[in-house]
């Protein structure tokens, strides 16, 4: 089992719009209440926070991003995903998309789970949609997956994720 990985802050993470996050690995426990699965967030650091995937303790999936670094945002999907049995170790993949300009000035989220290692992903619940439009900040967080600071890491296995501008890059 493994905790977080990380790596160095490059311009490929350095997005500032549209934003698609995917993780896919295994569990020992999703008892936990809160975790981070993957992103450039650091809560230590003051001023280090740009966008991060997240589970609720009722398992809706979030996106949580800053505008400026310090103040957080947060759209959850408006259903709880079924997590696989503790102590199985199945696999499961949690993706969010957040589309910084939607259309008509608001701004949406759209959550999704695969059951195949990402081979597939299926909608969870409704498309959440705000009013107004968002931007991300480009903080020099490094991009890290199976957690970040301040938060519980994911103990598990970590078979694949990633973050993707809106042009998929």
Do not use: C
Request: glycine share 14%; no cysteine.
């Amino acid at each position: 089992l493994v905790g977080a990985a990380s790596t160095s802050d490059a311009a490929k993470f350095d997005i500032v719009g549209d934003v698609d996050l995917a993780w896919v690995g295994a569990r020992d426990n999703w008892a936990v209440a809160t975790s981070g699965y993957i992103g450039k967030w650091d809560t230590i650091f003051g001023g280090l926070r740009s966008y991060v995937l997240e589970t609720t303790a009722n398992r809706e999936i979030s996106i949580r991003w800053s505008v400026d670094g310090t103040a957080e945002l947060v759209m959850t999907s408006t259903v709880g995903f079924v997590a696989p049995a503790n102590g199985t170790m199945a696999p499961i993949g949690l993706r969010a998309f957040l589309d910084v300009d939607a259309g008509g000035a608001n701004r949406a989220a759209t959550f999704s789970t695969s059951m195949d290692q990402g081979a597939s992903w299926q909608q969870l619940g409704d498309v959440v949609t705000t009013a107004g439009v968002t931007s991300i900040f480009n903080s020099t967080a490094p991009p890290t997956i199976g957690g970040h600071s301040g938060i519980i890491p994911v103990t598990g296995y970590h078979y694949q994720g990633w973050i993707r501008d809106s042009a998929g890059a």
